[in-house]
């Protein structure tokens, strides 16, 4: 597991810059509307989650976000740069884990910095840092198949961070574990989340991941999508899930999500394919 880094909760930046900015971002593939209006502003070094219905572009505006997609409208920027193609600024992590085989985890963690030509021993140091921060340490020269499936998430996790990127983007990151080691995930991830000093925006199917682990939640609505409500958590990290007022915010996400799933399913029963 991760070192216990958080030992005191993370203080809030209250007037952190804005990392991530969307203006009227719209997204269609062919007669399909997918995104309609997604408009928000994400601070530096916050931790977003974003939640929705299923199939309402979730995941879309995050690969948009990443650059692996162009909008059909609207504007997405990190720094205040125009998004149009991936960088080395946006680490991804996906919900498959996409290792190598034949690669140990310290190569598998290298492979990118090896692409982009950094010297065997730099790419190796910053490698270790990251292994050493996933709580991967003694494993370096052990290869997937013998890993367990959350060890094999914090090697894709380890190698994303590898490239120091200033943004994070987890797409369902825990929906291939079991609930033990989700469990033993979501609390590792929030201690290194202050470690990193990263922006994070994660999307996730899970209200209680949401909101165990955010600053904010992003609702989505039913497609075409826009951001129906933007829930703010105020608590302390780390969190845990016997906190009342964790359980009154999951309340809360949970009533404006599932009108969102009622009315979804009404859109597909008067207009089925």
């Not at 899970?206 to 951001?227: C, K």
């Not at 829930?231 to 309340?251: F, G, K, N, S």
Request: proline share 5%.
């Amino acid at each position: 597991m991760l070192a216990n880094l958080a030992t005191t909760p993370f203080p809030r930046m209250a007037n952190a810059k804005p990392k991530i900015v969307a203006d009227k971002v719209r997204m269609s593939f062919g007669r399909v509307n997918a995104i309609e209006d997604v408009t928000c502003t994400i601070g530096e070094q916050e931790f977003v989650s974003i939640i929705g219905p299923s199939g309402c572009g979730k995941s879309t505006f995050l690969y948009l976000i990443a650059g692996f997609e162009k909008s059909s409208g609207g504007t997405i920027s990190v720094n205040g740069t125009t998004v149009t193609r991936p960088g080395p600024d946006r680490g991804v992590v996906f919900q498959e884990f996409v290792l190598f085989p034949w690669r140990t985890v310290l190569r598998n963690i290298t492979l990118g910095l090896e692409i982009q030509k950094v010297p065997r021993r730099e790419a190796e140091e910053r490698a270790r840092k990251w292994i050493r921060l996933t709580g991967l340490s003694g494993f370096e020269d052990a290869y997937p198949a013998t890993l367990s499936g959350g060890m094999k998430q914090r090697v894709a996790i380890a190698r994303a961070l590898t490239y120091e990127p200033e943004v994070l983007l987890l797409d369902e990151p825990f929906g291939a574990l079991d609930v033990q080691t989700k469990n033993y995930m979501i609390r590792d991830l929030q201690n290194l989340w202050i470690e990193a000093n990263k922006t994070i925006v994660m999307v996730t199917h899970s209200v209680e991941e949401a909101v165990l682990m955010a600053d904010r939640v992003l609702v989505f609505g039913a497609r075409p999508s826009s951001i129906v409500a933007d829930v703010r958590i105020d608590l302390p990290h780390p969190r845990t899930v016997d906190d009342r007022r964790l359980r009154e915010y999951q309340a809360e996400v949970t009533a404006v999500l599932s009108a969102e799933v009622d009315r979804s399913m009404s859109l597909e029963r008067a207009h089925p394919a």
